[in-house]
């Protein structure tokens, strides 16, 4: 499988040789529905996030979640749009994920192997393709479109890449007639106004919430801010937004993001 681009930019880096019906998840969240299975860490170089020894590996509408096995909270997150691809065998699954470590843009491509130790690879690497497959049909249905998204960011940043009076305004109405964000579109947009609007971020994100795709991924967007009370107030907010928000966690990690 070839790098430079995710596995939401062709279809062709993701397809696995073995095309027959993925087998029942081991187990399911019963509040997201996203497959879960329990696996070991084989190896992650570089890791520099403490996990146990098994956990959960969460395969979830736009990312792979690993899970703690005894609270069923999320660890650490893998958005789709930084994996590279992905492969099994009898004994493992494995995914490569950008280096973002690297400054030189090959030596991002080339990426880093992670691996977990399980016998349900293909149950894992079949479903996952399904789960992709799903998210690229609604990014050509309801989502927000690449080129919605590019028009959106001209019409609330300026010439100069500097925020519009009425930035979140142009949002609400651009999203009011039914088009839904994805994560990735979400956690973008929050990191480029973050900077010039910091005390607007929570505000933004709940909107976000609001117009989302994939509401049970919102924990990607939480994870966009670096201060853990504003994980907190944010995820205050949007429990008062919905009685059926996902579960949502203060303290889980994501890998900067490509």
């Known amino acids: 499988m070839g790098a430079g681009g995710s596995v939401l930019d062709d279809e062709k880096k993701f397809q696995s040789p073995n095309k027959g019906p993925a087998s029942p998840a081991r187990k399911t969240n019963p509040q997201e529905n996203s497959p879960e299975f329990v696996v070991h860490m084989s190896r992650w170089p ?22 703690s096995s005894e609270t069923g909270l999320p660890l650490v ?20 994920i950008f280096d973002l470590t690297k400054a030189n843009p090959e030596e991002r491509d080339n990426g880093v192997l992670i691996e977990l130790r399980t016998t349900q690879g293909k149950v894992i690497a079949d479903t996952t393709m399904a789960i992709v497959r799903k998210l690229m049909a609604t990014m050509d249905s309801t989502a927000i479109t690449k080129e919605e998204f590019q028009s959106l960011l001209g019409n609330i940043f300026d010439a100069e890449n500097k925020l519009q009076d009425n930035w979140m305004e142009t949002i609400n109405q651009f999203t009011s007639g039914g088009r839904q964000f994805l994560a990735k579109q979400g956690m973008e947009l929050l990191m480029r106004v973050g900077d010039q609007a910091p005390f607007e971020k929570v505000e933004l994100a709940c909107l976000i919430y609001e117009r989302m795709a ?35 966690v203060a303290n889980c990690t994501i890998l900067p993001e490509r």
């Open 46 to 67: 570089g890791c520099t996030i403490t996990l146990p020894e098994s956990f959960i590996l969460r395969l979830s509408s736009e990312s792979l979640d690993f899970v």
């Open 77 to 96: 997150q893998f958005p789709f749009q930084n994996i590279i691809c992905w492969g099994q065998s009898t004994r493992s699954f494995q995914f490569k």
């Open 214 to 248: 994939n509401k049970n991924s919102f924990q990607l967007i939480i994870n966009t801010f670096e201060d853990s009370v504003e994980r907190d107030n944010l995820i205050h907010r949007v429990r008062s937004l919905s009685k059926q928000a996902p579960t949502l």
